[in-house]
Structures are given as C-alpha cells and as structure tokens.
C-alpha cells in the first residue's frame, strides 16, 4: 500500500477514535446531569413536606442559578442512553443526539471538559500525578483565560458521575489529588482505580437509600437509576451490568444489604446501607452529595441535616468511648509490666 495512503489510513482512525472518545464522556457528562433530575424527582417521591426540599437546581429547570455550572448548560441535550446499540443509534441522529451538538457548538468550552474529564480519568487509573501545568499545556491550551471554569465543571462531573473528588493538594506547586468519596482505608478489598464508577452508583443508591427513611425498596432504587439513563437490564457505558453491580458486587464487597422485605408476597426485595457504607461514609457525607447534585448546602434539607448531625454525634461518641477503651487497656498493661519488674526485684 503506498505510503500516503497508509498515512490517510491512520489519520481516519485516529478521527474515528477521537470522535468515539468524546461520544463516550459526553455520554458521562449527560448521566451526571441526569443525578441532578434523578434525584430531584426523588425528593417528591419520598414523602416528605414541600418546604424541606429546595427548588431543585437540574440541568432541566429554567430558573437553575447562573453559579450551577457543571451538568447545567454543557450536557443536559446530551444523551444518556447506556446500551451501546442506543450509543450507535443516538450518533446516527436522534434528536437528542443532533441538540447535543448543538450545545457543543454554543460553549466551545464544553469540548474542553469532555477532554479534561478524560485527561483526569487516565491519570487517577495510572496513579500518575495532576498537576495545573499538565492541564494547562496538554488540554486546555488557548482557553488558558478559562481554565477555573473548565476545571470546576471537570470536577463536577467526575464527583457526580464517579464518585471522586477533585482537591488541590499542593497550593505552591498547583497539584491535585482525585479522593474517593469512600474512606478506603477500612478494607483493603476494594481497589480505586478499578471500581471508581462502581463508587459514583454507589453514592447515588445510599443517597436514595438515605432520602427512604434508611430502607429503600428496590422498584424505588431503580426508578431512580431509570431516569439517569441506567437500567437493570441494559448494559451502561460507565456501570457496566447495573443490575449485578448493585445487587452482587456491592452487596459481596459490603457496602449494600439487599434482602427480601419482610412479609411480602410475592417476593419483594429491598436496599439498606451495608457496614462498610457505615465504615466508610457517613449520611453527613452522602447529604453533602446530594446537595451538591441540588446546587445548594445540605442545611436546605432540614430533616435529612438533623438526621445526619444525629449521626455525627453518634459516631463521635463511638470513636471517643474506642479511644478511651485502648488508652484503659494501654494503662492497665503498663500497671502488669509495672508490677512484673518490681516483683523480679
């Protein structure tokens, strides 16, 4: 083959994977909007009075304050389909898929954090290190000016999407570090880099789990999941097999109790908060997420806020009686070590 040709070659499929790239994260970008919808409806769904919830600031309400940057104007037209034949068929223009393209063309800067998003998924896989410079030189570029606008709704989406946060660790420098929101250092059987989507769907069942009074029926779980564009029997881009993720993976790895509600017949099954969610985050934790999907700060939930306040004191006290507990022990074995020399004397 003559080498121009060759060369044409490549360059159409490095097109067709750079297209194929941005598909997929914008994909990502829309099912972080979609948490916004989600778990709005799930406010109105859970019973509560009106004045408990703020009016909630989605991608989809007109009156979404100018700060919600993140899933607002970027990727609310995108679509959120998960099944890889509705990825094909929504690039072959769908509606859904042709206004997609249009918000990109409105904010150039949207391509930006499609390729930010995907800049910061490879260094957290990698274990390599994010540092302001990298950023700024091997994706954003002339956009320089931009750069806290791109990074703030890059970091949204991984927190929203993947359960990740996005912390400045290095002020001088301007390195950053992406932290799960789960406190890892419990158990050592759940590694990062190979479950952090399975962390973004965790955070949103113990989200609806929470809003549930502690105990969520499984139609009501899904529900929720259904109106991100993830279902039980449908493959997702990010999740992989929904269904095997929430009821198997979680529940094996501890973090969700799923089990048949009492009394019911036909079977009837439901989601509780297993003890490594207990180990590992807090209510106080997945309010703050929550609020964060609303736009808002988790006092604008006064329930769920006194509920979760309830839980931090009660976990301090746990923590305070264990310490008081090793400092009796660490006292008593010195007494014995104590009396042991003075005896041999």
């Not at 121009?4 to 750079?18: F, H, P, T, V």
């Not at 909630?56 to 899933?71: R, Y």
């Not at 989200?207 to 009501?220: H, P, R, S, T, Y």
């Amino acid at each position: 083959m003559p080498r121009g040709q060759k060369s044409k070659l490549r360059a159409r499929e490095k097109r067709r994977q750079a297209r194929s790239e941005a598909q997929d994260l914008e994909r990502a970008q829309a099912t972080a909007a979609a948490a916004g919808e989600s778990f709005s409806t799930a406010c109105a769904l859970s019973g509560g009075h009106p004045e408990n919830f703020p009016a909630a600031a989605t991608a989809s309400s007109p009156q979404a304050p100018k700060g919600a940057s993140g899933s607002t104007s970027a990727s609310v037209a995108v679509s959120c389909t998960d099944s890889d034949e509705g990825a094909k068929s929504e690039d072959e223009g769908s509606p859904n898929s042709s206004s997609g393209t249009e918000v990109s063309r409105r904010d150039p800067l949207n391509k930006k954090v499609v390729l930010l998003v995907q800049f910061l998924l490879q260094k957290y896989q990698n274990k390599e290190p994010i540092t302001k410079a990298d950023m700024l030189k091997l994706v954003i570029k002339k956009y320089r000016c931009h750069f806290n606008e791109i990074l703030k709704r890059a970091s949204e989406h991984m927190e929203l999407a993947f359960g990740v946060d996005l912390k400045e660790v290095d002020p001088i420098r301007h390195c950053y570090a992406l932290v799960s929101k789960l406190d890892l250092t419990f158990d050592g059987t759940m590694h990062e880099e190979e479950n952090m989507p399975k962390t973004g769907l965790l955070m949103i069942v113990l989200g609806v789990i929470f809003m549930k009074d502690n105990c969520a029926a499984e139609e009501e779980v899904w529900e929720v999941l259904n109106m991100m564009g993830v279902y039980a029997n449908r493959k997702h881009f990010i999740y992989g097999d929904p269904r095997k993720v929430i009821t198997e993976d979680l529940v094996q790895l501890r973090y969700l109790e799923y089990r048949q509600a009492p009394d019911s017949f036909p079977p009837r099954y439901e989601f509780l908060w297993g003890p490594r969610a207990h180990a590992e985050t807090s209510k106080m934790r997945v309010l703050e997420f929550l609020a964060k999907v609303h736009d808002t700060v988790p006092t604008a939930f006064p329930a769920w806020y006194e509920e979760a306040l309830k839980d931090e004191e009660e976990r301090a006290r746990t923590r305070a009686a264990a310490r008081a507990q090793t400092a009796a022990l660490v006292r008593a074995r010195a007494r014995a070590l104590a009396g042991g020399v003075s005896h041999t004397k």
